[in-house]
């Protein structure tokens, strides 16, 4: 008998999702994580009363009902809705593109206006019909001018290649929409847990054991002995040993500052569009709770080449990388003892609502 049933390795979301189901099933549960904190990427920290995002803004979003109705038996949520700025050469735009946006770039007024304006920029570019890359895809896909202010500088500081050398399939179609709405998700709900989102991973994780600042890699066989099962959220490269080759990510860099006024932008996130501003995106956290403190905490977000040491955040999905990622995914399989999971092991880009079904899923399967 061994001293608990799952050893968790970390206590992200889809870790701490996946602990509290099995909890609630009598299951004992230990979460090992080798950071400081629990919450993985959604882990806030406290700056002055503010809720500081560490790990870049996290708005919770879906269009499922059962997620949100599982996260809101846990924690309440507030009414925030996500409407991001995007500022180009000093002046201000609303995102997504909508009415606003076509009046702040042409002054048109009216939906049949602006579907006019868009086809006339678009009409230069009808001609190409296979485009070799991004920027061809995007000028094709809306024309010169939200292309040139709102996409390509943007685009080209994330990937940090120019947007003529990569791949056309990265825009499969730029969304219009036709009213004067600022509300960035289609999604029916939305929101951030009240109080933050280290309240709803302490909810999930009560009555699991938790050990941070331990990595399971430190001592894999002392680990390894202690659980029937493990359930690995961690990189799923570094747990074959590489074997198969490193899974290439995009990273972040973030600088933060804690600033004596009471409000820095008037708005939680504004896009910097500009190629020559070397960060995408100014974050300033107390909006996301309509936070009320004399101070506020403002992060500037930096997309930065990923290598060992620093944190991995956007998978590469080509084609290389893929075929990595499928030679663990059969190694994984024959695993009789170790599940999977989370955006790490299953090297995807998931948002947080996908990575709750995703460990409900995982839990409907293993906890019988
Ligand atoms: P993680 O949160 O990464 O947790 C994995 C944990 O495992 C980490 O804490 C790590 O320290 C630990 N670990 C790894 N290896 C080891 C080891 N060897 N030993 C011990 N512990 C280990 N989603 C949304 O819905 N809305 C958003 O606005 C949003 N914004 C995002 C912004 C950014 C920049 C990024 C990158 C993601 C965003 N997401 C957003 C997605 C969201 O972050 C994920 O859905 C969620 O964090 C995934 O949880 P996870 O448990 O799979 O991974």
């Not at 895809?137 to 709102?150: E, N, T």
């Not at 024959?334 to 299953?346: P, S």
Request: net charge negative; glycine share 8%; hydrophobic share 35%.
């Amino acid at each position: 008998m061994k001293e608990y049933d799952y050893l968790i390795v970390g206590a992200g979301l889809f870790g701490a999702v996946f602990a509290h189901e099995a909890t609630k099933l009598g299951k004992r549960c230990l979460v090992i994580d080798k950071r400081k904190h629990r919450g993985g990427n959604v882990y806030c920290e406290d700056v002055a009363g503010i809720h500081v995002h560490k790990y870049g803004a996290h708005i919770f979003h879906t269009d499922k009902k059962e997620i949100w109705d599982y996260v809101n038996q846990l924690v309440e949520f507030n009414r925030f809705t996500n409407s991001p700025l995007a500022c180009y050469e000093g002046r201000l735009y609303n995102l997504p593109f909508n009415m606003n946006t076509f009046y702040q770039l042409w002054g048109v007024r009216t939906p049949a206006e602006a579907k006019a304006k868009i086809e006339e920029q678009r009409s230069c570019y009808q001609s190409v019909t296979e485009p070799a890359n991004l920027e061809e895809q995007a000028l094709k896909l809306c024309g010169k001018d939200i292309y040139r202010i709102l996409i390509k500088g943007y685009t080209e500081k994330q990937w940090g290649r120019s947007a003529t050398e990569l791949p056309a399939f990265i825009i499969r179609r730029v969304p219009f929409r036709f009213v004067f709405d600022n509300n960035y998700f289609n999604d029916a709900y939305q929101g951030i847990p009240k109080g933050g989102y280290n309240v709803l991973i302490d909810k999930l994780l009560e009555g699991s054991d938790v050990r941070l600042e331990t990595d399971y890699f430190e001592n894999r066989s002392y680990w390894d002995e202690i659980a029937g099962k493990i359930l690995f959220t961690g990189c799923i490269d570094e747990f074959y040993g590489f074997r198969c080759g490193s899974l290439e990510y995009r990273s972040l860099r973030f600088e933060q500052q804690l600033l004596e006024m009471e409000d820095f932008q008037g708005n939680a996130v504004v896009n910097y569009t500009e190629r020559e501003i070397p960060y995408t995106r100014i974050i300033e956290h107390k909006h996301f709770e309509f936070g009320k403190q004399p101070v506020t905490v403002i992060t500037y977000e930096y997309p930065d080449n990923f290598e060992p040491g620093k944190e991995p955040y956007y998978p590469v999905n080509d084609a290389r990388n893929s075929q990595i990622y499928q030679d663990y995914q059969a190694l994984a399989q024959k695993e009789q003892r170790v599940l999977f999971g989370g955006r790490l092991a299953q090297y995807t880009y998931a948002d947080m609502d996908d990575t709750i079904e995703a460990a409900l899923e995982l839990c409907k399967h293993e906890l019988k």
